[in-house]
């Protein structure tokens, strides 16, 4: 058997019913707990309920605390209880349980605060130890793992929002990527005239995040990048955003704003530039999103 990591807890968890050893591997899952069970008492309660079920204990590998403490489930080694094997099961017959190591975090990840500080780096480093253990493996969300049907694969991942994190960004830090750096605080430029109508193309820095109000504490409703196509539908106390995905020819004559918060606290689109393009991008509307800012309302559509 397999030693665990050295930085592992082992709470005492007791498995009588066992453990299977797990046959091969071709994936890491990462999970969010959504409850706690970030102490030895909480962790050991949801073991012996899971085997009141039937289960044969904690149904993760490991579980990685706010703390960035992290305790040992079901290990390095051994098949676990994340995901259902019955949806799972690819075309030689292996469930995804019995392919991969799965993390959990512990806590509902959907919150602001989370995943903690400590809780990211330590799952970052137990995911390159794996690594490090098994070779380069994909890792994916429980919402990225692929399904099967009589052991075809559906092309569709498994239906659950778990373990609701950026696992693009979760998989650039294990990569070695530093965390992205916070937005600039962009200069404040009086507002121009933006009272026409028409098609903008941002002309952020990078990207804005468009937020439900104004203020960060708003939820994101999406980002602008630069060379994005806004939709100006004029101001009259309003303003709306549709933003457009699909490709397509335009010619246009533009003009650059960007959103600013203005020191009145509301957003203001600022002028920066004037031209004419031709270009090929997004004009047909496959997600329309039109945003009230001063009412601090938004409607979310699908129009297509
Ligand atoms: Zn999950």
């Given amino acids: 058997m397999t030693k665990e990591l050295a930085y592992v807890k082992d709470t005492g968890l007791t498995w009588p019913k066992g453990k299977s050893e797990r046959k091969e591997i071709d994936h890491i ?13 909480q962790w050991k309660s949801l073991h012996e309920r899971r085997i009141a079920d039937g289960q044969k204990g904690v149904p993760y590998s490991y579980l990685v605390l706010q703390s960035g403490e992290i305790y040992l489930g079901r290990g390095l080694t051994f098949a676990h209880g994340g995901v259902k094997d019955s949806e799972t099961t690819n075309e030689r017959g292996v469930g995804a349980n019995q392919r991969s190591v799965a993390i959990a975090l512990d806590g509902d990840m959907r919150k602001d605060h989370l995943p903690a500080d400590k809780q990211l780096a330590a799952a970052v ?6 690594l490090a253990h098994y070779g380069n493996l994909p890792i994916l969300g429980h919402n990225e793992v692929p399904t099967y049907k009589n052991r075809k694969p559906t092309d569709k991942t498994y239906p659950t ?12 830090l294990v990569a070695g990527m530093p965390m992205p750096s916070p937005e600039p ?17 941002y002309a952020g820095a990078t990207y804005s995040n468009v937020r439900s109000g104004p203020g960060t504490n708003y939820n ?48 203001h689109l600022i002028r920066q530039g004037n031209g004419n393009s031709k270009w090929i991008g997004p004009t047909q509307a496959k997600i329309s999103l039109v945003w009230i800012i001063n009412r601090g309302s938004r409607k979310k559509g699908g129009a297509e």
């Fill in 220 to 267: 994101r409703v999406m980002t602008l990048s630069a060379g994005d196509a806004v939709l100006y539908l004029g101001r009259n106390g309003n303003w709306r955003i549709e933003y457009t995905i699909g490709l397509g020819y335009m010619t246009t004559g533009y003009r650059e704003y960007a959103p600013r918060m203005g020191e009145d606290n509301q957003w």
């Fill in 161 to 172: 929002a778990c373990p609701c994190m950026d696992m693009d960004n979760f998989r650039a």
């Fill in 29 to 41: 899952q990462l999970h969010h707990t959504v409850g706690n069970y970030g102490t030895p008492r």
């Fill in 125 to 130: 480093r137990l995911v390159q130890d794996i």
């Fill in 185 to 201: 605080e962009p200069e404040y430029v009086p507002d121009a005239d933006p009272d026409i109508p028409g098609l903008y193309v």
